[in-house]
């Protein structure tokens, strides 16, 4: 296997790292907003309907069986 990287695989590589940044940044932001609208509520109880409570674990189970 060859150690000289191609242009094509530093566009790649470049490429895959902007990606990376902009999920991150998505993350971050997300995060923070939770942070606001939990801190709004206090300490009341989040009520989920039926509909909300599907669509977070269709949600939970996807993102989480991608982890392992």
């Known amino acids: 296997m060859s150690l000289i990287l191609h242009p094509w695989q530093l566009l790649l ?5 902007w990606i990376n940044r902009q999920q991150v940044d998505v993350i971050v932001c997300l995060k923070e907003e939770n942070q606001v609208l939990l ?4 300490k009341r109880r ?9 669509r977070l674990a269709a949600r939970s189970t996807i993102t989480w069986s991608g982890i392992t």
Do not use: H, N
């Not at 590589?13 to 790292?17: E, F, I, K, S």
């Not at 801190?39 to 206090?42: F, R, S």
């Open 46 to 54: 989040l009520r989920f309907t039926d509909e909300q409570r599907r």
């Open 39 to 42: 801190a709004q509520m206090g």
């Open 13 to 17: 590589v470049g490429l895959a790292g």
